[in-house]
């Protein structure tokens, strides 16, 4: 009886300080470097004389890609070798269109859904033959605290990262309230915010607000301004790894509750001597340059069929290569040159892909991946 207390005891801890801000495992990293170099094929996709802009979104469904255009809103369907084999939706009041003008993010849904987000929080949410089956627009959670209201915050466009796993979504997040803002109130912000909220995937009922800043930010206040933001990604069994944009650990949480455990590399080469912004009328600016620039992790991918964690990162300017690091069972096993650019988001078997790129000029506008095998 007393060691059953004793664990109840540990476990409320954890769970205790999970809903706080201070709260984060020991980092605990190794490595066992099994991966030298990656031999990154070039695939172009084919339109077939379809209008495109060439901005959008990307992900991957059924051994196929796809393509959400941001500005004209048509879904291009490509399969494992380049080629369109469908297109969908578009602009547009019918049933199988996307009311919205432009779209800021989507989310690939577990159950085969599509959700466009607009500009405004108003979603629209297709099923597998694309018909608009739902829409509405977000429901704020109205707490009193300015840091647990989640209208206190908004979604983190340049990097808006979507993902919908169970009856859940979840948006990366960060603040410009007037008293509540990492320019002018930081040392209160990177103590109490949240970068990460969770909502209902069918009522877009706002649930709550989740993963705090952790201690690296807090120690190097004013210094990280232009990565303020997180990727994430869930296993199979809906635990919660995070990465922030500065910070060279990776975060496990225990579904999406609390951290349980923290490892992670520094990536090679980067430039990480960030401006200390000081003003909103500075932001803009300084933080575009930086994030064009310098060096930061992009994104994080955590495959469903093994044991691997891909996370990209931005080396810097200076360098004409990005990075990639492959974690196995949290243990490093390789960090490699990689495209500049390149962002990991699926597996069709026997090859690793990448989001859709863009190559946008005068004379030779193309959509390509890039993929490789392990």
């Known amino acids: ?96 269109e996307v009311v919205t003008t432009n779209i800021s993010s989507i989310a690939s ?34 707490k009193t605290e300015i840091h647990e209201n989640s209208d206190t915050y908004t979604t983190f466009y ?31 912000y990177y103590q109490k915010a949240y970068t990460l909220m969770q909502t209902n995937r069918d009522s877009g009922r706002v649930k709550k607000l989740l993963c705090p800043y952790p201690p690296f930010y807090q120690e190097h206040i004013g210094e990280l301004d232009a990565m303020i933001s997180l990727n994430y990604d869930f296993d199979s069994e809906g635990n919660l790894y995070v ?20 490892f992670g590399y520094k990536g090679k080469n980067m430039n990480q001597n960030y401006q200390a912004i000081r003003s909103w009328e500075e932001c803009s600016k300084m933080v575009s340059e930086d994030r ?26 200076h360098d004409s290569t990005d990075g990639l690091q492959i974690y196995q069972n949290e243990v490093l096993i390789g960090d490699v040159p990689a495209p500049k650019g390149i962002k990991i988001i699926g597996y069709i078997a026997p090859y690793y892909y990448s989001e859709i790129m863009t190559d946008i000029d005068i004379d030779n506008d193309k959509m390509y991946i890039y993929r490789f095998k392990l």
Not at 304 to 314: G, K, L
């Open 158 to 188: 340049p990097n808006l990262v979507i993902k919908n796993f169970g009856d859940k979504l979840y948006y990366n997040l960060y603040s410009e309230a007037e008293n509540f803002n990492f320019v002018y109130t930081p040392e209160k």
């Open 1 to 96: 009886m007393k060691n059953t207390l004793i664990l109840f005891s540990l476990l409320s801890i954890f769970i205790s300080c999970g809903k706080g801000t201070s709260f984060y495992p020991n980092i605990v990293s190794q490595q066992n470097i099994q991966i030298d170099s990656i031999e990154f094929e070039e695939v172009e996709l084919n339109l077939n004389d379809y209008e495109c802009s060439y901005y959008g979104y990307s992900y991957i469904r059924d051994s196929n890609l796809y393509f959400v255009d941001k500005y004209l809103c048509w879904l291009f369907i490509f399969n494992s070798k380049g080629q369109v084999i469908q297109r969908e939706l578009g602009q547009g009041r019918g049933p199988n």
């Open 292 to 317: 064009t620039n310098k060096g930061y992790y992009t994104s994080l991918y955590v495959s469903p069929t093994d044991n691997y964690i891909f996370r990209t990162y931005q080396k810097g300017s």
């Open 243 to 262: 990465g922030f944009e500065a910070d060279s650990t990776i975060y496990k949480y225990k579904q999406d509750e609390y951290p349980i455990k923290a």
């Open 109 to 142: 849904c577990q159950n085969g859904d599509l959700m466009v987000l607009g500009y405004t929080l108003d979603h629209y949410f297709f099923n597998k033959d694309f018909k608009r089956i739902n829409t509405y627009m977000l429901q704020e959670n109205n």
